[in-house]
T-cell receptor, first 114, second 113 residues
Framework: DTEVTQTPKHLVMGMTNKKSLKCEQH?????MYWYKQKAKKPPELMFV???????INESVPSRFSPECPNSSLLNLHLHALQPEDSALYLC?????????????FGQGTRLTVV | SQKIEQNSEALNIQEGKTATLTCNYT??????LQWYRQDPGRGPVFLLL?????KEKRKERLKVTFDTTLKQSLFHITASQPADSATYLC????????????FGRGTSLIVHP
């Protein structure tokens, strides 16, 4: 299994809602990532988990809260988002932190904040 | 910090020709450089990784070169097909000891039948 699975594929939420994005991989990778991608822009790193511990937070606002319950799962909890947070949210994994080996991305969650 | 430059204009080529995409960087030479393919609305797909001590890497119809003197990587697709039409992103680690890659803006490739 060489897949990173993200759910849901699409999400529409109001500014007062709380929702979660989920990411799962069963490749035994020990590093997992969250990226945000706006239209016509490159993916931008948000968070890195290494061995289930948060190792990098790229100064992301606290309305985004990551969680890594175990080595296969990565969640992104969303609360009080703004319309400008609408984007494609991508999860990725690699054997170890740094992506100096093959990295795998999920298909993303298209988030719309209304 | 490292600046990554990819041609923002789309590259249009005829089927069967070789497509060549460019990735330039401005500062220090990275330990490695990656190339990804991304289709609209989907996550990037890893294609090739080349390390600083490698001049060239091949995988089927794909070839990547890495010139640390020119601070440039070239990505070639030989015998291009319409199915190769996509955006191609290069990624390399930023400075400051981080090995997490940062992505370039990508170049859109359109292969005409």
């Amino acid at each position: 299994d060489t897949e990173v699975t993200q759910t849901p594929k699409h999400l529409v939420m109001g500014m007062t809602n709380k929702k979660s994005l989920k990411c799962e991989q069963h490749m035994g990778h020990r590093a997992m990532y969250w990226y945000k991608q706006k239209a016509k822009k490159p993916p931008e790193l948000m968070f890195v988990y290494s061995y289930e511990k948060l190792s990098i937070n790229e100064s992301v606002p606290s309305r985004f809260s990551p969680e890594c319950p175990n080595s296969s799962l990565l969640n992104l909890h969303l609360h009080a988002l703004q319309p400008e947070d609408s984007a494609l949210y991508l999860c990725a994994s690699s054997q170890s932190e740094g992506m100096n080996t093959e990295a795998f991305f999920g298909q993303g969650t298209r988030l719309t904040v209304v | 910090s490292q600046k990554i430059e990819q041609n923002s204009e789309a590259l249009n080529i005829q089927e069967g020709k070789t497509a060549t995409l460019t990735c330039n960087y401005t500062n220090y030479s990275p330990a490695y450089l990656q190339w990804y393919r991304q289709d609209p609305g989907r996550g990037p797909v890893f294609l090739l990784l080349i390390r600083e001590n490698e001049k060239e890497k091949r995988k089927e119809r794909l070839k990547v070169t890495f010139d640390t003197t020119l601070k440039q990587s070239l990505f070639h697709i030989t015998a291009s097909q319409p199915a190769d039409s996509a955006t191609y992103l290069c990624a390399l680690p930023q400075s400051g000891g981080s090995y997490i890659p940062t992505f370039g803006r990508g170049t859109s490739l359109i292969v005409h039948p």
